[in-house]
């Protein structure tokens, strides 16, 4: 889904806006490797951008064709795991990771009630759960993606997340939504030091993506503040 434009700061009339879609069209190989990496005769789903540097170490910053793209780290890698793990999935590619050593979680009636509902759909999409008793689960493998994230807390509270009553949003079916969960999860948070070579591997991964625009839950990946915009915003016109 594509957010339409929007203006970010109404009260001084900012050039800021939720970045749209390029018009496509077919670009020539372009060697300079300060811009995300050109393929001949590929429809371009992202602008050709320059990494600048990082603000905040929160967001991309970014020289495109037209002035300035601002770039969520969090939700662009959101969108890149997102979509890696839904191709996997259709593709029957192994999408876990078996721990070392099971986390031990301790539920209640209600929240085992709703994990047994729903224990088949997790193992589709990476779980590996044994339940010894009628309040003990044993978490023995994981999503892939979440090994290096996830502690008894953060499991508990995600598999909460992931059999709540359904609510689709922006996905088409349960296993998607989960999925969308899970790569909010995992994906690199704000405050989060990124290299310049990370940054243009990131962007030119989130080119791949099918839907480079929004992440997960509809939020935009990138603002782009356009140079005419930019001149008006100093005075210079």
């Not at 900012?14 to 390029?22: H, Y």
């Not at 929160?58 to 793209?69: A, H, W």
């Given at each position: 889904?594509?957010?339409?434009?929007?203006?970010?700061?109404?009260?001084?009339?900012?050039?800021?806006?939720?970045?749209?879609?390029?018009?496509?069209?077919?670009?020539?190989?372009?060697?300079?490797?300060d811009?995300?990496?050109?393929?001949?005769?590929?429809?371009?789903?992202?602008?050709?951008?320059?990494?600048?540097?990082?603000?905040?170490?929160?967001?991309?910053?970014?020289?495109?064709?037209?002035?300035?793209?601002?770039?969520?780290?969090?939700?662009?890698h959101?969108r890149?795991l997102?979509?890696r793990?839904?191709?996997?999935?259709?593709?029957?590619?192994?999408?876990?990771?078996?721990?070392?050593?099971?986390?031990?979680?301790?539920?209640?009636?209600?929240?085992?009630?709703?994990?047994?509902?729903?224990?088949?759909?997790?193992?589709?999409?990476?779980?590996?759960?044994?339940?010894?008793?009628?309040?003990t689960?044993?978490?023995?493998?994981?999503p892939?993606?979440?090994?290096?994230?996830?502690?008894?807390?953060?499991?508990?509270?995600?598999?909460?997340?992931?059999?709540?009553?359904?609510?689709?949003?922006?996905?088409?079916?349960?296993?998607?939504?989960?999925?969308?969960?899970?790569?909010?999860?995992?994906?690199i948070?704000?405050?989060?030091?990124?290299?310049?070579?990370?940054?243009?591997?990131?962007?030119?991964?989130?080119?791949?993506?099918?839907?480079?625009?929004?992440?997960?839950?509809?939020?935009?990946?990138?603002?782009?503040?356009?140079?005419?915009?930019?001149?008006?915003?100093?005075?210079?016109?």
């Amino acid at each position: 889904n594509v957010v339409q434009p929007s203006e970010i700061d109404d009260k001084h009339g900012s050039a800021g806006e939720i970045a749209m879609p390029p018009q496509r069209h077919e670009t020539p190989l372009n060697n300079n490797n300060d811009f995300t990496s050109d393929t001949v005769n590929v429809l371009r789903r992202l602008p050709r951008l320059r990494v600048v540097g990082q603000l905040s170490q929160s967001y991309i910053v970014t020289e495109g064709e037209d002035g300035m793209y601002l770039i969520d780290q969090h939700a662009a890698h959101e969108r890149i795991l997102l979509e890696r793990m839904v191709a996997a999935m259709k593709a029957q590619a192994p999408i876990s990771q078996h721990l070392l050593t099971p986390i031990t979680i301790e539920l209640v009636p209600s929240e085992m009630e709703a994990l047994e509902n729903h224990q088949q759909q997790l193992t589709h999409i990476g779980f590996a759960l044994e339940i010894p008793d009628g309040k003990t689960l044993l978490v023995q493998a994981v999503p892939s993606v979440l090994v290096k994230h996830m502690n008894a807390r953060s499991l508990h509270e995600l598999l909460i997340d992931l059999t709540a009553p359904e609510s689709l949003g922006h996905t088409e079916t349960w296993e998607e939504r989960a999925l969308a969960n899970v790569a909010c999860k995992a994906a690199i948070k704000a405050n989060y030091f990124l290299t310049t070579s990370e940054m243009r591997e990131m962007l030119e991964q989130l080119e791949q993506t099918q839907a480079p625009y929004s992440c997960c839950h509809g939020r935009p990946t990138m603002i782009h503040f356009s140079l005419s915009a930019l001149e008006r915003e100093f005075g210079r016109r």
